[in-house]
């Protein structure tokens, strides 16, 4: 399963921005739970949300009520809306993808995840 993240890039505090992950295999994001999770310089990766199969959603506490994880079954692309953003938001943001498991109930570390994406760097100025 190859997986490619875009729109990454500048913004300054307050703004938003959208990424894509694409998906290589056809039909994973309507059969696995798949997430976002980033990195900045320094830090552990973190997790930062998920969405089952059936649509069901997680975030972490510091994204809550500010992004949003979305995907296109049929484009085979998952989405993370990012608003409101801060200079701390500033990192590498990953797409993965769980093996053989629907939902995502629990899966906030990153070796619940099986296949990963190269990442597209958020830049947030203040």
């Known amino acids: 399963v190859r997986l490619v993240e875009s729109g990454g890039g500048s913004v300054q505090a307050g703004g938003s921005l959208r990424l894509s992950c694409v998906a290589s295999a056809s039909g994973i994001t309507s059969s696995t739970c798949m997430g976002w999770f980033r990195q900045a310089p320094g830090k552990e990766r973190e997790f930062v949300a998920n969405?089952?199969?059936?649509?069901?959603?997680n975030y972490g506490d510091s994204v809550k009520g500010r992004f949003t994880v979305s995907k296109d079954n049929a484009k085979n692309t998952l989405y993370l809306q990012m608003n409101s953003l801060k200079p701390e938001d500033t990192a590498m943001y990953y797409c993965?993808?769980?093996?053989?498991?629907?939902?995502?109930?629990?899966?906030?570390?990153?070796?619940?995840?099986?296949?990963w994406g190269q990442g597209t760097q958020v830049t947030v100025s203040s």
């Open positions: 969405i089952g199969s059936d649509g069901s959603t």
């Open positions: 993965a993808a769980r093996s053989f498991f629907r939902y995502c109930s629990g899966a906030y570390s990153r070796t619940n995840y099986a296949y």
